[in-house]
């Protein structure tokens, strides 16, 4: 999906290519296919040589996704997913006084999303 999100739109051999370990692009079909039937993407038609296409948007998807974690592996508290962050390094300091400063209404959008690692 980010893949699709980055490009817009990509073929099986494009999004094979920018895939970790360069799997098969009958793997890639198969995943693809799963996807579509899932309402995730769509593709052009075109037989064989299909471009495919996200149907959700990245931030819709995003937000589905982190509600089953939260709800899923941290009993429904967004603290104890952030607290787990930082334990594990993936939150600095500086990062959590970004966040600070957007929960206070003192940052835009745009700037909490800086350096996300």
Known sequence: MAILWERGNASVEEIRERLVGVPS???VRTLLAIMA??????DDGKGYAKSYH???DQAEAQG?????LIDG?????????????????KVDLEQLQRLQARLRG????Q???????
């Open 54 to 56: 996200p149907r959700i």
């Open 64 to 68: 589905s996704a982190l509600r089953r």
């Open 37 to 42: 039937d899932r309402g995730l993407v769509a």
């Open 106 to 109: 003192e940052g835009s959008k």
């Open 73 to 89: 592996l941290f009993a429904g508290s967004a603290e104890a997913l952030l607290l787990r962050l930082v334990d594990e390094g």
């Open 25 to 27: 692009a009958s793997t």
């Open 111 to 117: 700037n909490g999303d800086a350096g996300r690692k």
